[in-house]
């Protein structure tokens, strides 16, 4: 069984539109949720991090963690086509001196 | 803002060839890690490194792999005898223990 599932895609929406973008993961012992942006060829781009269960918030973009159902959601709203990458979902144990679990990545496109 | 950086940004290289991949992470950091991502597949880790020594390394990362600080700003990762399938791009990563990992833009490795 995979550590982080993700929904490879494509994701096609409109410009303006709110996108959802969502792992699961495996591994309880998973304590640190991240999501990372990768432009096609680039490195990954930490977004934004949210350690245990509950929200965060960062301009156009919320995180979203529910340990219950090992869970991770990433939502964008107002999506520009700007947004459009592969999407990262990412799991540690811990921060500092821990491996990252990565998913297959979501390739999200923004469509003016 | 401070970044990693990598270098080369591309190389090529026969099979059976030694390549050393050059990172230097964001000078405040204390852990080091190594990651690849095959094209169209998730990003994997390869090894994480403090203090001078491997902390952990993944199966991927055999004899054929090693990694260096030679000074306080550079961290490398050698491959001894290239094999087609070491074809990847390949991530250096960095965080001071309190954060999630900060990547580089990637040295993309083909190996002929």
């Known amino acids: 069984q995979k550590e982080v599932e993700q929904d490879p895609g494509p994701l096609s929406v409109p410009e303006g539109a709110i996108v959802s973008l969502n792992c699961t993961y495996s591994n309880s012992a998973f304590q640190y949720f991240m999501w990372y942006r990768q432009y096609s060829r680039k490195g990954p781009e930490l977004l934004m991090y949210t350690y245990s269960s509950g929200n965060k918030e960062d301009g156009r973009f919320t995180a979203q963690v529910d340990k219950s159902s090992k869970y991770i959601s990433l939502f964008i709203r107002d999506s520009q086509p700007s947004d459009s990458a592969t999407y990262l979902c990412?799991?540690?144990?811990?921060?500092?001196?821990?491996?990252?679990?990565f998913g297959t990545g979501t390739r999200l496109t923004i469509i003016p | 803002e401070p970044e990693v950086t990598q270098t080369p940004s591309h190389q090529v290289t026969q099979m059976g060839q030694e390549v050393i991949l050059r990172c230097v992470p964001i000078s405040n950091h204390l852990y080091f890690y190594w990651y690849r991502q095959i094209l169209g597949q998730k990003v994997e880790f390869l090894v994480s490194?403090?203090?001078?020594?491997?902390?952990?390394k993944s199966e991927i990362f055999d004899d054929q792999f090693s990694v260096e600080r030679p000074d306080g700003s550079n961290f490398t990762l050698k491959i001894r005898s290239t094999k087609l399938e070491d074809s990847a791009m390949y991530f250096c990563?960095?965080?001071?223990?309190?954060?999630?990992?900060?990547f580089g833009p990637g040295t993309r490795l083909l190996v002929l």
């Open positions: 990563a960095g965080d001071g223990g309190r954060e999630t990992q900060y």
């Open positions: 990412a799991s540690a144990t811990n921060f500092g001196n821990e491996k990252l679990t």
């Open positions: 490194f403090y203090n001078n020594e491997i902390s952990e």
